[in-house]
């Protein structure tokens, strides 16, 4: 596609329910990076993909948190138990490498946990 | 540690010149960013600056990088309504597959 899609654009759910947050790159790119950004602050890293593997996982917030990605191209990220605190927009970018350091972002996933 | 700060809020008037800045803590920063984001919208890439630069110019945008107090700003020339967004300054750490970013600096553009 023309550009990182990002789905759903938005997800309501309740405590304690699992979410999955899907991110389709651009075509082509290898790198795969995901953030969190909260309201009204910047976004924090969480975790990125070279190929289909995860080398930096550290920014992941907590043991619910896991992403997997396949055919180095579509990525889900899944929140277990999701808590109030996990309300945020995830947003996924691309790039071509990890060494072509241009990262092209999605609109992002508003979730909102009640 | 790596640290990016931003002011939170800029007002200026329809054509006059903006000057977004950034401050960053970590010396070893290979190339520094400026994005837009609109309401509803993701983060759209404004433009770079390796750290060898001190100067990068791109139509109404000119970034200036100041190495020694690790400071970088982003100036809009004749500003437009159109550029009413929120702007983030980010950083790629030397060694990181990550980017650092600030909480953004709101920019409002009035009559």
């Known amino acids: 596609g023309a550009g990182v899609s990002q789905s759903p654009s938005n997800k309501v759910t309740e405590k304690g329910k699992d979410v999955e947050l899907r991110c389709d790159p651009i075509s082509g790119h290898t790198a795969l990076y995901w953030y969190r950004q909260r309201l009204g602050q910047g976004l924090e890293f969480l975790i990125y993909f070279q190929g289909n593997s995860a080398p930096d996982k550290s920014g992941l917030p907590s043991d619910r948190f896991s992403a997997e990605r396949t055919g180095e191209s579509v990525s889900t990220l899944t929140i277990q138990r999701t808590q109030q605190e996990d309300s945020a927009v995830y947003l996924c970018?691309?790039?071509?490498?990890?060494?072509?350091?241009?990262?092209?972002f999605g609109p992002g996933t508003r979730l909102t946990v009640l | 540690g790596e640290d990016v700060e931003q002011s939170l809020f800029l007002s200026v008037r329809e054509g006059d010149s903006s000057v977004i800045n950034c401050t960053y803590t970590?010396?070893?920063?290979?190339?520094l960013y400026w994005y837009k984001q609109e309401p509803g919208a993701g983060l759209q890439l404004l433009t770079y600056?390796?750290?060898?630069?001190d100067m990068k110019q791109d139509q109404r945008l000119t970034v200036l990088l100041n190495k020694k107090d690790k400071h970088l700003s982003l100036r809009i020339a004749d500003t437009q309504t159109g550029d009413s967004a929120i702007y983030f300054c980010?950083?790629?750490?030397?060694?990181?597959?990550?980017?650092?970013f600030g909480a953004g600096t709101r920019l409002a553009v009035h009559p």
């Open positions: 980010a950083e790629r750490a030397g060694g990181y597959n990550k980017l650092i």
């Open positions: 600056i390796f750290s060898n630069m």
């Open positions: 970590d010396s070893s920063s290979t190339y």
């Open positions: 970018a691309s790039s071509l490498s990890i060494t072509t350091d241009t990262q092209y």
